[in-house]
């Protein structure tokens, strides 16, 4: 067994260098042998996928997205396709990616000219993010909310359903 001691602020971490996560430990060819969450393959992407994969994506209220790539640490700007269906133009909408896909989806936000909250839900693939298409409308409009997915389901939680104006009382609503 390998100890390793770190000190980070006056405290002292010990460390079982010896114990590795289950990616870490080699598999076998042979499916069957491998840990239950290595079972499942993630699709193939090419190096310039996964590098493009890797990274931030900033989408809101303006006609095009920004993506920070983590490999080459610049941010890129792009334009949103003639084929999308989202064309940005809702402020505070709620972005999450699916990771076993690698989707992004947009839930919701408000129209940046009328202040009306969106049910509206867009997904696209990351190495296609200027290509949103329409899957689905929310049961409530909302903007202002989180999105998060756990075990492959997308929850939409909280924010607020009324016309973002100076002149309007917040609603917030319950998840």
């Known amino acids: 067994m390998n100890i390793m001691k770190t000190r980070s602020s ?8 010896d ?4 990616y870490d430990q080699p598999t076998s060819s042979d499916p069957k042998n491998r840990p239950a969450d290595l079972q499942k393959k993630p699709p193939k992407m090419g190096d310039e996928e996964i ?6 994506y900033c989408i809101g209220d303006l006609p095009f997205l920004l993506f920070y790539n983590c490999k080459d640490k610049r941010w890129i700007k792009q334009e949103f396709s003639e084929e999308s269906k989202y064309k940005g133009g809702l ?3 709620s972005v999450v990616c699916f990771n076993h896909n690698f989707s992004i989806i947009v839930t919701g936000g408000c129209d940046n000219y009328t202040g ?3 049910e509206s ?12 298409t329409k899957i689905s409308s929310m049961k ?5 909310h989180c999105s998060v997915v756990v075990k492959n389901f997308l929850y939409v939680i909280g924010g607020f359903d009324h016309q973002d104006t100076e002149t309007t009382v917040p609603s917030t609503l319950v998840s």
């Open 116 to 118: 009306e909250a969106s």
């Open 121 to 132: 839900v867009f997904k696209a693939h990351v190495n296609e993010a200027d290509t949103f």
């Open 140 to 144: 409530n409009k909302r903007y202002g």
């Open 51 to 56: 590098s493009k994969a890797v990274g931030l």
């Open 19 to 22: 114990k590795q996560s289950a």
């Open 10 to 17: 006056n405290r002292t971490k010990t460390v079982d260098t």
């Open 91 to 93: 402020k505070y909408p």
